[in-house]
């Protein structure tokens, strides 16, 4: 691992406390697990050779994102067939701690490695691996709490392309993207409460959901976009959803009674509205297909890249409600994209950081900056002023976006 010096003024300004406006990223898409934040003080307004970059590490071969919580920073990346989990200083990129595990490499079509995202629950960080691999780990230390292959002990096969949902928690139970409709543990203990059927999962992640004054999850498997009962498992209702190599990627978006779901493939996408029984749908569209990239919701417009990995792809907006496709825009990439105060931050497959205003009528970029050299599709994160982009070589920076 290798870090860029810091002056000691930098190093000041990162010891200061949180300012108004900032906030943490404890998890898969963020505090609301929308692909949002609701920091506001950070800017595009950069020099023309782009946003100072505070540090630049290695953390090896995976599409895992970044979560971060008082100031540590945590992904997973591969190398000699082993994960390492990682534990950095957020402003200055050293290392705390690492935990490593065996894991197969497993490059079938693409670079391989871990493609989950760890996650923060207080002092406590949870994480996926590929192969089942299920870890508690103390976020300061590292240390194990408890671990278990969850795929191996519930008898339960491992798709294609291996596990790639992030751990969610709710709580305390943590819920993961394993069997047909998910497996949910005890986090303390990693106790199994209850399991789904012995069937491909696919690759999202659980999005969690108030269903009156229940707790439920839509879980998508190979073939299915199905909504469980958090407390038990039971299935509420199943869409079937099919796509080539069953690839259900891009998360589900809710937004109050209706649900988003979108895939590669020519595929398409579809909105959904929860009623007492089955769900309605509302409209289907094979204009807009998120392969793996999920979208963000934004004002009643939908922002997201549109194709597969080996075709023509574009940033678009759509609008929720009908499905109509308001303005599309080339040059991204399989890239990927969260969203910040009424903008876009956008790190295309090439390794711009792109900034863009969330608009519903056209597409207006409001900056743009080399900032990797190699394949990027793991979504960017803003943190505190700072974003955190990586590439799958494993390439990891930090860009200091503060006013």
């Not at 595990?101 to 629950?121: C, K, N, Q, V």
């Not at 294609?160 to 969610?168: E, K, T, Y």
């Not at 569209?285 to 990239?293: A, R, W």
Request: net charge negative; with cysteine.
């Amino acid at each position: 691992m290798t870090f860029n010096s810091l002056p000691i003024t930098l190093l000041a300004l990162a010891l200061m406390s949180r300012t108004s406006g900032a906030d943490d990223w404890p998890q898969w898409r963020g505090p609301q697990r929308d692909g949002s934040s609701a920091e506001t003080t950070w800017t595009h307004d950069w020099p023309n050779d782009g946003p100072p970059s505070l540090w630049k590490v290695s953390v090896g071969i995976g599409f895992s994102s970044v979560v971060v919580a008082d100031n540590r920073l945590y992904t997973v990346g591969n190398e000699n067939n082993r994960d390492t989990v990682y534990c950095l200083d957020t402003t200055t990129g050293r290392e705390h701690w690492t935990h490593t595990y065996d894991s197969p490499l497993d490059d079938r079509f693409f670079e391989g490695g871990p493609t989950a995202t760890p996650t923060i629950d207080g002092e406590r960080i949870y994480l996926l691996g590929r192969q089942g691999d299920t870890f508690c780990l103390d976020a300061v230390t590292g240390a194990i709490q408890w671990s278990k292959n969850v795929a191996k002990e519930m008898e339960i096969r491992v798709p294609g392309w291996g596990f790639a949902g992030s751990p969610v928690v709710h709580g305390d139970s943590l819920l993961l993207g394993v069997g047909e409709a998910g497996v949910l543990l005890n986090k303390d203990t990693g106790e199994v409460v209850w399991a789904s059927a012995n069937a491909d999962a696919g690759y999202a992640t659980p999005r969690l959901l108030q269903c009156g004054s229940r707790w439920c999850a839509i879980v998508a498997s190979s073939k299915y976009v199905q909504l469980v009962d958090l407390d038990n498992g039971t299935e509420q209702w199943r869409v079937r959803w099919l796509t080539r190599f069953g690839c259900n990627a891009a998360d589900p978006i809710v937004d109050g009674d209706k649900v988003f779901i979108s895939s590669g493939y020519n595929r398409g996408s579809a909105l959904l509205r929860l009623t007492a029984g089955e769900p309605e749908i509302v409209w289907k569209s094979k204009e807009f297909q998120n392969q793996f990239s999920s979208s963000v919701l934004m004002d009643g417009h939908l922002f997201g890249i549109d194709g597969n990995d080996t075709g023509e792809r574009a940033l678009k907006c759509v609008e929720l409600a009908s499905g109509e496709v308001r303005w599309a825009h080339g040059g991204f990439g399989s890239g990927a994209l969260m969203a910040a105060d009424s903008r876009l931050i956008i790190l295309s497959e090439q390794g711009e950081l792109v900034i863009a205003k969330a608009s519903h009528t056209r597409y207006e970029e409001l900056a743009r900056a080399k900032v990797l050299d190699g394949k990027c599709w793991t979504v960017p994160v803003l943190a505190n002023g700072l974003v955190y982009c990586r590439d799958a070589d494993g390439d990891l920076t930090c860009s200091d976006l503060r006013r």
